[in-house]
T-cell receptor
Framework: AQSVTQLGSHVSVSEGALVLLRCNYS??????LFWYVQYPNQGLQLLLK??????LVKGINGFEAEFKKSETSFHLTKPSAHMSDAAEYFC??????????FGTGTRLQVTL | EAGVAQSPRYKIIEKRQSVAFWCNPI?????LYWYQQILGQGPKLLIQ????????DSQLPKDRFSAERLKGVDSTLKIQPAKLEDSAVYLC????????????FGEGSWLTVV
């Protein structure tokens, strides 16, 4: 069964600093991988997804993620954090089924 | 383009009472999902529909939860009787189907059971 593991339930960065949120996947087949963001009291919004092709995926709001098969990772990065990036971030996978399996989430805090 | 619509947004009920949540997916989306998100956790799939048929309901507590998707469009999720541990956000989502297609989420229905 496909699954993802998010390392670090809370990450704190200064405004302008690099954001790195970690996600590792476990899958017996090539996975489809997603990052979603959830702002307080809101639903989930897709940041980016990897299906096939280019392993570096660019998303909205300046985020990107790189699919590394050798490391079974799909870490999310952003070069310069903004206060508005403070939210909960979820890594997810679908595998062969069309249902999303989520990680436990990482709460990103951005400080001045 | 209209997104996934859910109602009500917030609901407070006493344990053993019943509650129902409604979802209207994005037009044309054949696949509809209900997820449960308990505070501090990632969303967990409760049930997946393809048109009006159930694809996966393996994690739906069938003794108290039920869901239907009549005519393959709108869906209703019901809880009866509610327990304290059902306090969560119930997220409806939809997609065209297929593993790589984007799944779009509504804003959620927040349930508090007291």
């Amino acid at each position: 069964a496909q699954s993802v593991t998010q390392l670090g339930s809370h990450v704190s960065v200064s405004e302008g600093a690099l954001v790195l949120l970690r996600c590792n996947y476990s899958s017996s087949v090539p996975p489809y991988l997603f990052w979603y963001v959830q702002y307080p009291n809101q639903g989930l919004q897709l940041l980016l997804k990897y299906t096939t092709g280019a392993t570096l995926v660019k998303g909205i709001n300046g985020f990107e993620a790189e699919f590394k098969k050798s490391e079974t990772s799909f870490h999310l990065t952003k070069p310069s954090a903004h206060m508005s990036d403070a939210a909960e971030y979820f890594c997810a996978t679908t595998g062969t089924a069309s249902k999303l399996t989520f990680g436990t989430g990482t709460r990103l805090q951005v400080t001045l | 383009e209209a997104g996934v619509a859910q109602s009500p947004r917030y609901k407070i009920i006493e344990k053993r009472q019943s509650v129902a949540f409604w979802c209207n997916p994005i037009s044309g989306h054949a696949t509809l999902y209900w997820y449960q998100q308990i505070l501090g956790q990632g969303p967990k799939l409760l049930i997946q529909f393809q048109n009006n048929g159930v694809v996966d309901d393996s994690q739906l507590p069938k003794d108290r939860f039920s869901a239907e998707r009549l005519k393959g469009v709108d869906s209703t999720l019901k809880i009866q009787p509610a327990k304290l541990e059902d306090s969560a956000v119930y997220l409806c989502a939809s997609s065209f189907g297929g593993s790589g297609n984007t799944i779009y989420f509504g804003e959620g229905s927040w349930l508090t059971v007291v």
